[in-house]
């Protein structure tokens, strides 16, 4: 049964898209077979792997509101083990229109159940707000991978973040466990990165992964090109520190860590 880990983050622009496209890839070059949901509607994580912008194939929209399959919506990527939910525009409209359906928070949860069996794990990107969408993602998942950017503003929506965890375990998902915080766009040359990360090491120390994404400028150029940074430029700085969160996350699912 698939692991599900929902790519969270209520602050925008700390690399949400960028970790769960490349962690995919990551997982998927690990043999590992991957599906990537993709509940923003600026689609950014489908055109990242490969999806076409205004494409005329069904999306999650047409699952989530319209009741089709999940299966039927699934598209191939450049690494065969690797799948993905494409999103689209219409998932703007998705917001709105799903919160007159029964049991809203679940309707992701439910599309999942039947494809769970052909994957080992499920990536869901998650949009920049606390929206219906990134409620159906925490609903869903196992547990949550939290990006942060090096900053001290990053820092700050951290505890609103664990709070609004705490409140879904409490009201539709019990279960759900933090996979770990992950430190993106660390620059090794500046005091801000390093100070940020002890400040994270002293507050959240069980949580905080080894692994750090550092500013890559490979790792920003793969998006333009519809590839993981592993298919634009293996030897990048970028594509090897997600090959390096990839073997942690295996590592940890190995001895059981949750």
Do not use: W
């Amino acid at each position: 049964m698939a692991k599900i880990i929902a790519v969270t983050n209520q602050k925008g622009g700390v690399g949400k898209t960028t970790t769960t496209i490349n962690l995919a890839a990551s997982l998927a070059m690990a043999d590992m077979r991957v599906l990537v949901i993709d509940t923003d509607a600026q689609a950014n994580c489908s055109s990242g792997l490969g999806v076409v912008k205004g494409s005329t194939k069904p999306s999650l929209y047409d699952s989530l509101i319209r009741s089709l399959p999940l299966v039927e919506i699934l598209q191939d990527t450049e690494l065969d083990t690797l799948k993905i939910a494409p999103a689209d525009r219409n998932l703007s409209g998705a917001v709105v229109e799903m919160l007159e359906l029964p049991d809203r928070e679940f309707l992701l949860k439910r599309l999942l159940e039947p494809v769970l069996g052909n994957f080992d794990f499920v990536l869901i990107d998650s949009p920049p707000s606390l929206s219906i969408l990134t409620l159906n993602g925490l609903v869903a998942a196992n547990s949550v991978l939290i990006p942060i950017q090096c900053e001290y503003f990053a820092l700050e929506g951290l505890a609103d973040l664990f709070d609004t965890l705490a409140r879904v375990r409490g009201a539709f998902n019990p279960g759900l466990s933090v996979q770990g915080i992950l430190l993106t766009m660390y620059d090794e040359r500046t005091n801000l990165s390093a100070q940020v990360r002890d400040e994270l090491k002293s507050h959240f120390a069980d949580k905080l992964l080894d692994t750090v994404i550092p500013r890559n400028v490979r790792l920003a150029e793969a998006p333009s090109f519809g590839k993981p940074v592993l298919l634009y430029d293996i030897r990048s700085k970028g594509a090897e520190s997600y090959l390096r969160l990839a073997k942690e996350i295996l590592n940890h699912e190995k001895k059981g860590i949750r």
